[in-house]
């Protein structure tokens, strides 16, 4: 989602909500990504957008506990995503279920995407193209988006970050490698 970090400290606390509601809540890719990538590197390559991944709740549950906070539109019915717009907010923001995606022509266009929301962060990672976006960090409340701001945190915060395929060693080295098998 394009908010920054201001306007999400406000914002209602969506994502205890979601803990409430038995869920767990997850910043994934490029977000966590550019995070660490400017800590290592002193860098200020900007987080254009965050990636939330929520497990443990079904897309209806999920749009049933969103709605009461906010409007809901199911954009990706068939690929687990939820947009939300909070109450008061004009930006939505992009909450997925865990999915594996199954190629189904040449390229990377043909696949068919399948969501479950009991799959485990790590399986989850097991479809991205890079291991530098394969990481994630667990985040209980909407504060907890401080800790992705590198301006406001001058030590990195990986208390909460899940990294099954050792993305932070390959940030540090600012190496790319593709996860699972390239051809």
């Keep these: 989602f394009k908010l920054n970090i201001t ?3 406000q914002m209602t606390d969506y994502i ?3 803990y409430k509601s038995g869920g767990e809540v997850y910043v994934v890719g490029g977000a966590v990504r550019n995070y660490l990538y400017n800590y ?9 957008d965050y990636d939330i991944l929520v ?3 079904d897309q209806d549950s999920l749009t049933d506990i969103l709605k009461k906070i906010g409007t809901v539109k199911e954009v990706g019915q068939s690929f687990g995503i939820v947009l939300f717009v909070p109450k008061g907010e004009t930006e939505g923001i992009e909450f997925a ?3 594996t995606e199954i190629s189904t022509g040449p390229g990377y266009r043909d696949f068919k995407v399948v969501p479950d929301h009991m799959m485990s962060i790590e399986e989850d990672f097991a479809r991205r193209d890079a291991t530098i976006n394969a990481m994630a960090i667990k985040v209980t409340s909407v504060k907890d988006f401080e800790l992705l701001d590198i301006n406001k945190n001058t030590d990195v915060n990986i208390i909460n970050l899940i990294d099954p395929l050792k993305g932070i060693d390959d940030i540090k080295q600012k190496m790319w490698k593709c996860v699972g098998n390239p051809n």
């Design 40 to 48: 290592f590197h002193n860098s200020d390559i900007p987080i254009k």
């Design 55 to 57: 497990r443990l709740l």
């Design 97 to 99: 279920l865990p999915r």
């Design 7 to 9: 306007t999400i400290i």
């Design 16 to 18: 205890e909500y979601i």
